[in-house]
């Protein structure tokens, strides 16, 4: 099946603990983006990524950090300098050409919590 | 001001009626519109896409657009159980990095 996987769907941080969460994507789509989503605040941009070995910050990239060596694949790592991690995270993927060349697909979530 | 200005609700209807749903916006170079339904902890799948002004219908489904007025809506008809959701509108200028502007969402509950 072709889609957007993200793990864990739940993940627990220590204080002090980076963590990383993964996402994959079997869409060949060029570009990939994080989200955070808080209640009653709709998704913000972390990061995105148009193409591998790039990527540029979004609107609350302060406290993240990501990577993409490979187009399938685009983690974020939360670091402990992110002092209220505790939201739900969604990665999205975009395939940059064609008629939806503008729709972005989500993957199904992963909700941190702090410990 | 954010851009994307959407009514968190909650809406509550009873099976059968219409639900309407709304975003406002201020950047006048938005062109592509979608709504998505997210389902509790789960992401957002897309229901409508448009583009630029007017209406698309599917099934159950009418998005429309007015670009003049700054203004997109959703509305279901004949609302289902099944149709109990946030609703999130989203937006893009169309620019090279597909960025794209949310709405809060708005919670829908269809009671039976």
């Known amino acids: 099946d072709g889609g957007i996987t993200q793990s864990p769907k739940y993940l627990f941080r220590k204080e002090g603990q980076n963590v990383t969460l993964s996402c994959e994507q079997n869409?060949?789509?060029?570009?990939m983006y994080w989200y955070r989503q808080d209640p009653g605040q709709g998704l913000r941009l972390i990061y995105y990524s148009q193409i591998v070995n790039d990527f540029q910050k979004g609107d609350i990239a302060e406290g993240y950090s990501v990577s993409r060596e490979k187009k399938e694949s685009f983690p974020l790592t939360v670091t402990s300098a992110q002092k209220n991690p505790t939201a739900f995270y969604l990665c999205a993927s975009n395939p940059g050409r064609g008629l939806a060349k503008n729709i972005q697909y989500f993957g199904a979530g992963t909700r941190l919590s702090v410990l | 001001q954010k851009e994307v200005e959407q009514d968190p609700g909650p809406l509550s209807v009873p099976e059968g009626a219409i639900v309407s749903l709304n975003c406002t916006y201020s950047n006048s170079a938005f062109q592509y519109f979608m709504w998505y339904r997210q389902y509790s902890r789960k992401g957002p799948e897309l229901l409508m896409y448009?583009?630029?002004?007017g209406n698309k219908e599917d099934g159950r489904f009418t998005a429309q657009v007015d670009k003049s007025s700054k203004y997109i809506s959703l509305f279901i008809r004949d609302s289902q159980p099944s149709d109990s959701a946030t609703y999130l509108c989203?937006?893009?200028?169309?620019?090279?990095?597909?960025?794209?502007?949310f709405g809060a969402g708005t919670t829908v509950t269809v009671r039976a």
């Open positions: 869409l060949n789509h060029d570009a």
């Open positions: 448009t583009y630029s002004s």
């Open positions: 989203a937006m893009s200028a169309g620019s090279n990095d597909y960025k794209l502007s």
